[in-house]
């Protein structure tokens, strides 16, 4: 892929740096996540969340471990259902953050930050798409974003351009936020491309944030974790959850044979956000400490989809 990309393309990298980029954002630290829209067939809608994991180490260079996972509901009011797509491998280094590339088992560039106005560099185009197709990034000039708490975030106006295999060229340009990644498409770029085949992993970008501190959000977009999922129970007579009000522990009774095993679960609020997600061992769950008195609903997970939602009313000493 690099030698076809270096006829195509001319690549320019100035400045050295190891972790920060410019406005004080650093490139994935410990709890980034990235939140985006998502619009599936048969009218399902969601979001997908991409979030730092862990890291680990490829051809010397240590890289951080980003989990994609979907959220959706298959129509308005739904069942919530959870399917992990995939992780990405990525690492920064003199102010470029690079992409682990599985199908040519080498990293090609994803990001460049603080790039200015005149420079130029191929774009990844692994980890959707394995087709040899030529694609790079026109810087067209610097600007700032306002993050919620009127921070400036330094970022640049790129022009994504695709050259398809019978030489024509799509185009689409974006916002490059420093720190943070295209902020109107997917998290790849290469995603301008799959919309023309409607096979988008992604859609529309909705927030960043550090440790469920909100960084930064697009303008107009749904809050970060909002899903419509149902707000009614929908569990047999046979589950119940123990005791009622909770407030800091509590027992799930008669999961037909799974109570020895862990279950994963969503909490939402009734207008359908997700708050938080829990493990259950043994049947047994502990609420975050953020989650405040009021009524909220457990979704629990089997085979990646929410057959058992559990009205869960919270009282806080």
Wanted: a neutral charge; one cysteine or more; hydrophobic letters at 35%.
């Amino acid at each position: 892929m690099r030698s076809i990309l270096k006829n195509f393309l001319l690549l320019v990298f100035v400045g050295t740096s190891f972790c920060a980029t410019s406005q004080g954002l650093n490139w994935c630290p410990q709890g980034a996540s990235w939140k985006y829209d998502y619009r599936g067939p048969q009218n399902q809608k969601g979001y997908i969340s991409v979030d730092y994991v862990n890291d680990t180490v490829v051809l010397g260079k240590t890289c951080q471990v980003l989990q994609r996972t979907r959220f959706s509901v298959p129509g308005e009011g739904s069942p919530l259902m959870v399917k992990y797509l995939g992780k990405t491998l990525t690492y920064y280094e003199n102010k470029v953050v690079y992409v682990w590339d599985d199908y040519n088992e080498d990293f090609d560039t994803l990001f460049y930050f603080t790039s200015h106005a005149g420079d130029r560099y191929p774009v990844a185009i692994a980890p959707l798409f394995s087709q040899a197709l030529q694609m790079r990034a026109d810087v067209q000039g610097r600007l700032f974003l306002k993050s919620p708490h009127n921070e400036s975030i330094g970022a640049a106006e790129v022009q994504y351009d695709v050259r398809l295999q019978n030489g024509s060229i799509v185009s689409r340009i974006d916002t490059l936020a420093d720190g943070i990644g295209i902020i109107s498409g997917y998290f790849f770029p290469v995603s301008l491309y799959m919309d023309l085949l409607h096979q988008s992993e992604g859609g529309h970008f909705r927030c960043y944030s550090v440790n469920d501190q909100l960084i930064y959000q697009r303008p107009g977009s749904p809050s970060c974790d909002y899903i419509n999922v149902s707000p009614s129970t929908s569990s047999p007579p046979s589950i119940q959850l123990f005791p009622q009000p909770v407030s800091d522990q509590f027992f799930i009774k008669g999961l037909c044979g799974n109570e020895d095993r862990e279950l994963e679960a969503f909490l939402t609020d009734g207008s359908g956000q997700i708050l938080s997600q829990l493990t259950l061992t043994g049947g047994l769950g502990k609420l975050p400490a953020s989650v405040k008195s009021g009524v909220y609903f457990l979704h629990l997970l089997k085979d990646g989809s929410s057959p058992w939602v559990l009205k869960m009313l919270v009282v806080k000493p």
